[in-house]
Nanobody, 121 residues
Framework: QVNVVESGGGSVQTGGSLTLSCVAS????????MFWYRERPGKERETVAG???????HYLESVKGRFTLTKETANNKHYLQMNMLNPDDTAVYYC???????????????WGKGTLVTVSS
């Protein structure tokens, strides 16, 4: 079994910064990729950032230059540094990791339960 947990959400004013963290635990054999998604009020879930273990991060156009995804592979963690936040960034942010578990070696996506980011004007 694998658990994925996000943390670091909160409330900030426009122009502020937050760093979200995501950590996976359990019977992890290998992590293939790490992602951040968000659901803004009244909108569908969208991919904010993602990275494979061997590649460079890619970003949603609207967050390029403001958000940075970094990996801490040795500890099964990754982070989303969010700068210059604005009210349009208000959302529940979800972490997803593509993980193969020990024993089966079969990979699948594991999601966290989300963390709320609120940006006020």
């Amino acid at each position: 079994q694998v658990n994925v947990v996000e943390s670091g959400g909160g409330s900030v004013q426009t122009g502020g910064s937050l760093t979200l963290s995501c950590v996976a635990s359990g019977r992890i054999s290998r992590i293939y990729a790490m992602f951040w998604y968000r659901e803004r009020p009244g909108k569908e879930r969208e991919t904010v950032a993602g990275v494979s273990m061997s590649g460079n991060p890619h970003y949603l156009e609207s967050v390029k230059g403001r958000f940075t995804l970094t990996k801490e592979t040795a500890n099964n963690k990754h982070y989303l540094q969010m700068n210059m936040l604005n009210p349009d960034d208000t959302a529940v942010y979800y972490c997803k990791m593509a993980i193969a578990t020990t024993g089966t070696g079969i990979g699948r996506d594991y999601w966290g339960k989300g963390t709320l980011v609120t940006v006020s004007s």
